[in-house]
């Protein structure tokens, strides 16, 4: 640190985003009168190539060590502009990124001489800011190419094929003795009509015969340690522990089906059921029954299960078309709420059923049939009938319950074991739902299938097949580079409060054993690099002031602040 | 209202029940998707001043899946054909066909109450509220008697003054 700090400001017009509400010229003129600027210019666009070898000029010419830019945000552009220094031979977290679109021009447009006094208060700052910046080496971790698979539905079953078929070796934790998941107990598919096990015994079966996967039946999740490219996972597999490391984890441990005992009589009369015993059934069964009474949306859309079960109306209607092709003189009668068959395929569908002559009748949440009988039989449902609005009676020889998809028991238990948030509703919760739908915040976890929200085959497919996709970028790579401003802690400041390790979203800070200078033991904070993104969280809620985060230190933001006008 | 009102008594026999749902199956009223539609466009709403959805295109089709008693129902006479039901329907529903044969198969199993039929031949015509509609439309313009014959028994007896006069006025001019 004994070279003089020589920053160079470098203004961007952004075209007119910038220059045609700030007066940018003036910000420059202002640049040049603050300590250690040592050169001030405007650009057109500082991000175009023009911009950039100017950058790289200046530090080359002027010999400086640090660099502003004021212009769009960081988001976008600062990978540019840090990759920028480093062409020139300045340590890339020796730059420092001042927004003046965002933060400024945009949301002052109608204001150009105050856009401008702020514009000059933000460049000020991150002159202030850029000073005290110290060069920092990025981390790089390497990243075993397995990956974990936790479900053998599937979903993970596609996931599992997709990676192996690319090369990666595959460890397939399956809870239940058996792959297949969900699927098994089901008779045939909507709306192809195909047994099951056309769809699923191919899979099933190059998935145990591909040489690079290894599948673990009856085997449990005990413990995940460690982080992207290198987890420690403790399953029990046959009453035994295992250890494996693998570099990437798949969460795919799909849904149950809802039993909705106490309700609707499901549990009292045995010809009450829900959609999935239903499949059990057998086809032979399906011809006698000859008034069936389909009650959709049981458990589903009300105070404690807010969200639809997507596909249970398809499903509905797939069972309802079973039994009336079975016996046509049958009459079938869907109680419903909405019948949700969205896009062509599933409206078509619908129109198949409506012209079989399925019926359908709407009831209100606030009024749910009634299913009666006697003995353990039950004998017709009451339902009120809003068009007519009058109570209607349906004989019923057989009632079946359409419940939907609910999260899975150990949800909770996983979620506490990886550190990945579960939703409001139990499901597992993505990073973001549009941009990163199949990744959790935690980097090398990715989740798919039905344990994020009930979904239907296809889809439970498709995110299989992009969970895998997601999971290979760092296989693919080989390694993993983490940004260098990660949270620091000083040991010897640390009360051991643990209040760090409560608010990281990422699970970065553990517990790590010191000595003290009196020679005693304890327990401190240590945040692992890897794991680290940064966001600060531990950083203000450290009482005790031991954790610094270098890219925003107390001296960093204080000198921003100090810096008066 | 008291026309709304249902009267105690008859149930449709299983030989009509089944009649009409043959009806039913002919002019596909199972594929009714509950868009509303028939209800938003149909007129009756102007006609009678009760009008509520119990009364619209959907609700019929209910009463006869689901409540077999109401076949006297006074709201089964309703409907005047006017059409815009068929027309407007997505899921292709002949409503309208359905109403015409589904009232003429009523008049011939005896529940003719709320049919009013040809003063001449005996053919059935409209629903009495229909024809008291228009009545009471037509009463200042002093010529409600076109209203209790049917179109065939108007054709003839206009027709045939109308050729007289036309023969006379030909002869005339000969």
Redesign the interface.
């Known amino acids: 640190m004994s070279d003089p700090v020589k920053v160079g400001v470098f203004v961007c017009h952004c075209g007119s985003n910038i220059g045609g509400i700030v007066n940018v010229p003036e910000v420059v003129e202002y640049a040049k009168t603050l300590p250690s600027v040592e050169w001030a210019e405007g650009n057109l666009y500082t991000c175009s190539e023009d911009g950039l070898s100017s950058i790289r000029n200046r530090i080359k010419e002027l010999k400086l060590n640090r660099v502003v830019v004021a212009s769009c945000t960081p988001r976008t552009h600062e990978m540019l502009f840090r990759k920028n220094c480093e062409r020139a031979g300045l340590n890339k977290y020796l730059f420092e990124f001042v927004n003046l679109r965002e933060h400024c021009s945009w949301v002052h447009m109608q204001k150009p001489a105050e856009a401008t006094l702020k514009a000059k208060d933000l460049v000020r700052m991150g002159v202030a800011k850029v000073s005290l910046l110290q060069p920092r080496e990025d981390l790089a971790t390497d990243v075993l190419r397995v990956a974990m698979v936790l479900g053998g539905g599937v979903t993970g079953l596609s996931a599992a094929l997709s990676l192996a078929n690319q090369g990666y070796r595959v460890e397939l934790v399956e809870k239940e003795e058996e792959l297949g998941g969900l699927l098994r107990f089901v008779y045939k598919v909507f709306p192809t009509h195909r047994p099951s096990s056309t769809l699923l015994d191919p899979l099933i079966e190059s998935v145990l015969k591909h040489p690079n996967i290894q599948v673990h039946l009856g085997a449990e999740l005990k413990e995940v340690k460690g982080f992207v490219g290198n987890f420690k996972a403790t399953i029990k597999e046959n009453g035994e522990s295992r250890e494996l490391s693998v570099g990437t984890i798949i969460v795919a441990v799909g849904a149950q089906s809802h039993k909705p005992t106490g309700t609707f009589g499901y549990g009292r009369f045995e010809n009450v059921m829900t959609q999935l015993d239903f499949e059990g059934l057998g086809p032979d069964r399906h011809a006698e029954f000859n008034h069936v009474v389909i009650i959709n949306c049981v458990g589903a859309r009300n105070e404690e299960r807010s969200y639809c079960g997507r596909f249970c109306c398809i499903v509905a209607l797939k069972n309802a078309i079973l039994l009336k092709e079975a016996n046509p003189r049958a009459q079938v009668t869907i109680v419903q709420r909405d ?1 949700m068959a969205v896009g062509k395929l599933y409206e078509d569908y ?2 198949r059923a ?2 079989m ?1 399925v ?4 009831y209100d949440k606030d009024q749910p049939p009634q299913v009666e009988g006697a003995d353990a039989k039950a004998e017709k449902v009451r339902v009120f ?1 809003m ?4 109570e ?1 009676e ?1 004989r019923a020889d057989l009632v079946l319950l359409t419940t939907p998809l609910v999260p899975a028991e150990d949800n909770a238990a996983l979620s506490q074991m990886m550190k990945i948030p579960l939703g409001t509703d139990g499901f597992f919760l993505e990073a973001h739902q549009k941009l990163r739908p199949v990744e959790f915040p935690a980097d090398g976890i990715f989740v798919a299938g039905c344990a994020r929200y009930p979904i239907e085959i296809p889809e439970c497919i498709g995110q299989g097949l992009a969970a895998a996709a997601k999971a290979a970028i760092p296989m693919a790579r080989g390694k993993v580079v983490s940004d260098a401003f990660v949270s620091e802690v000083e040991p010897s400041l640390c009360s051991t409060c643990g209040r760090c390790l409560e608010v990281c979203p990422f699970g970065a800070v553990d517990w790590a054993e010191m000595r003290t200078p009196e020679g005693g033991k304890k327990n401190v904070a240590k945040v692992n690099p890897a794991e680290c993104k940064g966001c600060g969280l531990c950083t203000a809620s450290c009482l005790s002031g031991a954790i610094r985060l270098p890219g925003f230190t107390d001296e960093q933001l204080f000198a921003m602040i100090g810096s008066q006008r | 209202m008291q026309h709304a009102l249902r009267k105690e008594g008859k149930t449709a026999t299983t030989d009509l029940r089944e009649a009409i749902q043959a009806l039913m ?1 002919a002019n596909h009223l ?5 868009c509303g539609k028939c209800s938003a466009v149909c007129p009756m709403v102007n006609f009678y001043g009760e009008y509520v ?2 009364r619209c295109t ?2 019929v089709v ?2 006869l ?3 077999p008693e109401s076949i006297d129902d006074e709201v089964l006479w309703y409907c005047w054909a006017c059409m815009e039901c068929t027309f407007f329907c997505p ?1 292709g529903v002949d409503f309208q066909n359905f109403m015409t044969s589904f009232r003429q198969l009523l008049v011939s199993n005896g529940y003719s109450e709320q049919a009013c039929f040809c003063k001449a031949c005996g053919t059935y015509m409209m629903p009495k509220r229909q024809l008291e509609y228009l009545e009471a439309t037509l009463h200042s313009k002093g010529n409600q008697e076109l209203l209790y014959e049917c179109p065939n028994c108007k054709k003839g007896k206009y027709l045939s003054a109308f050729h007289r006069i036309a023969g006379a006025a030909k002869s005339a001019g000969r």
């Open positions: 019948v619908y129109r409506l012209g002559g019926r359908f009748v709407r009938h068009l007519l609005g009058k209607i349906l | 199956d199972n594929l009714c998707v509950e959805h119990k959907r609700s209910e009463r899946c689901y409540d899921s």
